[in-house]
Nanobody, 121 residues
Framework: QVQLVESGGGLVQAGGSLRLSCAASGRAISSYAMAWFRQYSGKEREFLATISWDGGHTYYADSVKGRFTISRDNDKNTVYLQMNNLSLEDTAVYYC??????????????WGQGTQVTVSS
């Protein structure tokens, strides 16, 4: 079992940046692909980015490509999401996820509890 805890969310002005962290415990994440999703109120979770177990492969949703960067530090058992040039449309709850296979859908085995990101004008 892998437990995931997101942090780094908060309130930021439009055009600003945030870096989310996802700390894992229970098992080493070096065996897992890791991903970030977000969810708008009343909507399904939206895939944002994923990274392979060794960081060698990354995939992004078109909506965040060029603005968001996923990275990982297996020694720290942590995955990150650097978010730049944030807009009001980025306001959502952000989740990290882990799975044995890299995916661009929501069929990940393990999920964090989420962290709120609010972008203000």
């Amino acid at each position: 079992q892998v437990q995931l805890v997101e942090s780094g969310g908060g309130l930021v002005q439009a055009g600003g940046s945030l870096r989310l962290s996802c700390a894992a415990s229970g098992r080493a994440i070096s065996s897992y692909a890791m991903a970030w999703f977000r969810q708008y109120s009343g909507k399904e979770r939206e895939f944002l980015a994923t990274i392979s177990w060794d960081g060698g492969h990354t995939y992004y949703a078109d909506s965040v490509k060029g603005r968001f960067t996923i990275s990982r530090d297996n020694d720290k058992n942590t995955v990150y999401l650097q978010m730049n040039n944030l807009s009001l449309e980025d306001t959502a709850v952000y989740y990290c996820a882990a799975d044995s296979f890299i995916r661009v859908n929501s069929e990940y085995d393990y999920w964090g509890q989420g962290t709120q990101v609010t972008v203000s004008s």
